[in-house]
């Protein structure tokens, strides 16, 4: 089965920081990865997802992550927050064939102040 | 459309009410799920509809009690709840055996006094 770890629980960043957040998946196979995000009393919002080819990868509001395979890595960045960046941030996983339902890590916390 | 709708989006309930909770989604979806999210934490599975079939059930009590009546629909029957069953119940579809990942409705916020 697959599981992720991510380990930073809260992160606190000023405005215009850089950001990475760390994700890391354990399965046995080919995996698709995502980052959601679910702001202050919202539904989740997927900000991006990896498949195949470029293991670097483009989201939506200047998100983006990077894929290591040899570190089973998928971290998610961002060169300069913003206050409207405060959420809860959650790194996901489920087998490549779409097949195995969509596991969850913990999620990370940021809150950006000004 | 390309969203997943769920009503309602609060209720609160006694423990010797029944309820149903709904979720609908009109993109052709074929996997429909429910995830239960406690407050600070990640959404955990519940519960996963495959073609309008029951494949997975997470060992969730028998007091949640899912259907599906058709492909675009999935209901969440609730009996006799506890007061730690209080979270926010989240619905979710995709496209079977195909990488696109989930879309989530809003989820509804249960309370159960």
């Known amino acids: 089965a697959q599981s992720v770890s991510q380990h930073n629980h809260h992160v606190i960043l000023s405005e215009a920081a850089s950001l990475e957040l760390g994700c890391n998946y354990s399965y046995g196979g080919t995996v698709n990865l995502f980052w959601y995000v679910q702001y202050p009393g919202q539904h989740l919002q997927l900000l991006l997802k990896?498949?195949?080819?470029?293991?670097l990868v483009k989201g939506i509001k200047g998100f983006e992550a990077e894929f290591i395979k040899s570190k089973f890595s998928f971290n998610l960045r961002k060169p300069s927050v913003q206050w409207s960046d405060t959420a809860e941030y959650f790194c996901a996983v489920n087998a490549y064939s779409g097949n195995t339902p969509l596991v969850f890590g913990k999620g990370t916390r940021l809150s950006v102040i000004a | 459309d390309t969203e997943v709708t769920q009503t309602p989006k609060h209720l609160v309930m006694g423990m010797t009410n029944k309820k149903s909770l709904k979720c609908e989604q009109h993109m052709g979806h074929r996997a429909m799920y429910w995830y239960k999210q406690k407050a600070k934490k990640p959404p955990e599975l519940m519960f996963v509809y495959s073609y309008e079939k029951l494949s997975i059930n997470e060992s969730v009590p028998s007091r949640f009690s899912p259907e599906c009546p058709n492909s675009s629909l999935l209901n969440l029957h609730l009996h006799a709840l506890q007061p730690e069953d209080s979270a926010l119940y989240l619905c979710?579809?995709?496209?079977?055996?195909?990488?696109?990942?989930?879309?989530f409705g809003s989820g509804t916020r249960l309370t159960v006094v």
């Open positions: 990896y498949f195949s080819g470029d293991p």
């Open positions: 979710a579809s995709s496209r079977r055996g195909i990488n696109d990942g989930y879309t």
